[in-house]
Nanobody, 127 residues
Framework: QLQLVESGGGLVQPGGSLRLSCAAS????????IGWFRQAPGKEREGVSC???????NYADSVKGRFTMSRDNAKKTVYLQMNSLKPEDTAIYYC?????????????????????WGQGTQVTVSS
């Protein structure tokens, strides 16, 4: 059974940090690209970051220098370390898998190439 389960969301003050996790089951993770997306109330879903089969990462301009994505293929888990959080980072965060993933070049931040999605985890940045 193909499944993605996000965790690690919560309430944090501006300037704080959170680490999101996405546990994948049923996938051979090193053959996939994995993305993190978010959707704030009243806004469209947007790509936050992604990681390719070779471990290359791609970030939205709005999070560059603050967010770091990593993967542990053995644990079938990907992470999103979020530092210096801002109120505008408030959203539901989703992980998604593109399978098979592209091997060369940057992974895509467009959601239409990802076929598998988790249920999401809420991140709220507020004082």
């Amino acid at each position: 059974q193909l499944q993605l389960v996000e965790s690690g969301g919560g309430l944090v003050q501006p300037g704080g940090s959170l680490r999101l996790s996405c546990a994948a089951s049923g996938f051979t993770l090193d053959l996939t690209n994995i993305g993190w997306f978010r959707q704030a109330p009243g806004k469209e879903r947007e790509g936050v970051s992604c990681i390719s089969r070779r471990g290359n990462t791609n970030y939205a301009d709005s999070v560059k220098g603050r967010f770091t994505m990593s993967r542990d293929n053995a644990k079938k888990t990907v992470y999103l370390q979020m530092n210096s959080l801002k109120p505008e980072d408030t959203a539901i965060y989703y992980c998604a898998v593109r399978s098979p993933g592209v091997l060369f070049g940057l992974c895509a931040l467009s959601d239409n190439v990802y076929g598998y999605w988790g249920q999401g985890t809420q991140v709220t940045v507020s004082s």
